[in-house]
């Protein structure tokens, strides 16, 4: 039985837009916007820091896709692998956190906005990401590299930077879920 991996991702981008609406419904404007402490990000910062890392790969994911159909790297009938950058950032990645990690400037959200507005944002962005997974499939994800745009020593395959993408959106959407918890408590 064959996997479909570029569904499952297609599936865990739905699946994070869906938690993050709940988030927004479930959520008074005013926890939505608020830290727990001092250390910790509101559920509006991190929905904005995805939206920001999401912004910032875009760019990355489509020129890779579009050198890859030039150099001619077609999708073989095997799924697509990670490889093993790919694999130990998608595990350090997926929570509960193993280690917390401060956020390079780029990506650190400027402001604090309110929740429709954040999640009207990161949805759009959302979409825009599954369009362009939905146009990957006829790409040898595995065969294509990509730079890391939050550290540009860091290099992994095409497929290896959508797990990872989404393993980030469980991160900080379960990070969101906390930090509202928390004012709740």
Same mark, same amino acid.
């Given at each position: 039985?064959?996997?479909?991996?570029?569904?499952?991702?297609?599936?865990?981008?739905?699946?994070?837009?869906?938690?993050?609406?709940?988030?927004?419904?479930?959520?008074?404007?005013?926890?939505?916007?608020?830290?727990?402490?001092?250390?910790?990000?509101?559920?509006?910062?991190?929905?904005?820091?995805?939206?920001?890392?999401?912004?910032?790969?875009?760019?990355?994911?489509?020129?890779?896709?579009?050198?890859?159909?030039?150099?001619?790297?077609?999708?073989?009938?095997?799924?697509?692998?990670?490889?093993?950058?790919?694999?130990v950032l998608r595990w350090f990645l997926v929570p509960p956190i193993h280690q917390r990690v /401060?956020?390079?400037? %780029? #990506?650190?959200? =400027?402001?604090?906005?309110?929740?429709?507005? *954040? &999640?009207?944002?990161?949805?759009?962005?959302?979409?825009?990401?599954?369009?362009?997974?939905?146009?990957?499939?006829?790409?040898?994800?595995?065969?294509? /590299?990509?730079?890391? %745009? #939050?550290?540009? =020593?860091?290099?992994?395959?095409?497929?290896? *930077? &959508?797990?990872?993408?989404?393993?980030?959106?469980?991160?900080?959407?379960?990070?969101?879920?906390?930090?509202?918890?928390?004012?709740?408590?």
């Amino acid at each position: 039985m064959t996997v479909d991996t570029i569904g499952e991702v297609e599936k865990e981008l739905t699946d994070a837009t869906q938690r993050a609406w709940s988030l927004v419904q479930t959520t008074d404007g005013r926890l939505f916007t608020v830290r727990p402490n001092t250390s910790s990000w509101s559920a509006a910062e991190c929905l904005s820091h995805l939206s920001i890392s999401t912004e910032m790969f875009l760019p990355v994911l489509r020129n890779a896709l579009d050198d890859a159909r030039k150099r001619g790297l077609i999708a073989k009938k095997r799924e697509p692998k990670m490889d093993v950058i790919g694999r130990v950032l998608r595990w350090f990645l997926v929570p509960p956190i193993h280690q917390r990690v /401060k956020t390079s400037a %780029p #990506f650190v959200p =400027r402001s604090v906005r309110a929740k429709a507005e *954040a &999640f009207g944002e990161f949805a759009t962005l959302q979409s825009k990401l599954a369009e362009l997974l939905a146009t990957a499939r006829d790409v040898d994800l595995s065969r294509v /590299k990509v730079i890391s %745009p #939050f550290d540009k =020593r860091i290099r992994y395959n095409l497929y290896s *930077a &959508f797990r990872i993408i989404v393993a980030h959106q469980r991160r900080h959407l379960w990070q969101a879920e906390q930090a509202v918890a928390a004012l709740r408590r």
